[in-house]
């Protein structure tokens, strides 16, 4: 009988096979995050000029969002957020609990937000959106060149202040 001995070769030729049979099926899941599911939310930022940069983290049941918009971009911060969320949802399987848009107001426009922060959190707590339509109306009419607008959406309120160059957008959760 013949005996076969085992040669340095063919030693590291199974260690090396091993060891990427390992790495695929424990990394599988990982790469095909990487690769495959993340690049499609890349490509929707790519395609809208709004969205300058992004980043998603966990947090808890559900997904943080973080956005920096182009303010000249942006007309409607709604129509622009919702279809956004949505692809998340799609990719991801889990719902965008926090929005958080980087971006600093002007000392003029962090305190009309100071003015219609109350009315904000009224019409949350309330349900009454009149008095927050009305309390934007009139911070509008006393500011020059201003549009100032809250979107109500499902999940979020959307909240967008311009006057003249300067921009404010904020995103509040409904509940």
């Known amino acids: 009988m013949s005996r076969k001995y ?4 063919t030693i590291m030729i199974v260690t090396f096979v091993f060891f990427i049979t390992t790495g695929l099926l424990f990394g599988g899941r ?3 995050e990487k690769i495959f599911q993340r690049n499609p939310l ?3 930022v790519r395609t809208n000029p709004a969205v300058t940069d992004f980043q998603l983290q966990e947090q808890g049941e559900g997904l943080s969002l973080e956005l920096k918009l182009d303010p000249k971009q942006v007309d409607n911060l709604q129509t622009l957020l919702e279809p ?3 692809e998340v949802l799609a990719r991801k399987g889990k719902a965008v609990t926090k929005v958080l848009i980087a971006n600093e107001p002007s000392p003029t426009l962090a ?3 100071y003015r219609l922060s109350f009315a904000l959190e009224e019409a949350k707590a309330t349900g009454e959106y009149n008095t927050l339509y009305e309390v934007l109306q009139s911070l509008q009419a006393e500011a020059e060149d201003a549009d100032f607008r809250v979107y109500l959406g499902a999940d979020f309120l959307y909240v967008q202040l311009k006057q003249g160059k300067d921009a404010y957008f904020t995103v ?3 509940n």
């Not at 085992?6 to 070769?9: A, E, G, Y």
């Open 84 to 86: 956004f969320l949505r």
């Open 111 to 113: 305190e009309i937000y």
């Open 172 to 174: 509040l959760p409904r």
């Open 42 to 44: 890349q490509k929707w």
């Open 6 to 9: 085992w040669s340095l070769r």
């Open 30 to 32: 990982f790469l095909y």
